[in-house]
């Protein structure tokens, strides 16, 4: 809440990558979009951020998803 009255935009990275589940609950939970996915490498594990409501703006790494092409994809 302190964030969204603080006019940030979005949260991003609030949590360890691996905590998909409490990036579920805190999606639900928080008044901002919340975005992440630095370490998803490829569109399988974009869809598994996106299947568990984990975040709103999937914002894969271009470098470890295979370059700018792949990145995009994602």
Same mark, same amino acid.
């Given at each position: 809440?302190a964030a969204a009255d603080a006019g940030f935009?979005?949260?991003?990275?609030?949590?360890?990558? =691996?905590?998909?589940?409490?990036? +579920? $609950?805190?999606?639900?939970?928080?008044?901002? /979009?919340? &975005?992440?996915?630095?370490?998803?490498?490829?569109?399988? =594990?974009?869809?598994?951020?996106? +299947? $568990?409501g984990a975040i709103d703006v999937v914002q /894969?790494? &271009?470098?470890?998803?295979?370059?700018?092409?792949?990145?995009?994809?994602?």
């Amino acid at each position: 809440a302190a964030a969204a009255d603080a006019g940030f935009a979005w949260l991003e990275e609030p949590l360890p990558p =691996e905590r998909l589940g409490d990036y +579920a $609950a805190l999606r639900v939970r928080a008044r901002l /979009p919340i &975005a992440g996915g630095e370490t998803i490498r490829c569109q399988r =594990e974009a869809d598994a951020w996106l +299947a $568990a409501g984990a975040i709103d703006v999937v914002q /894969p790494d &271009a470098c470890l998803a295979g370059g700018l092409d792949d990145a995009l994809a994602v």
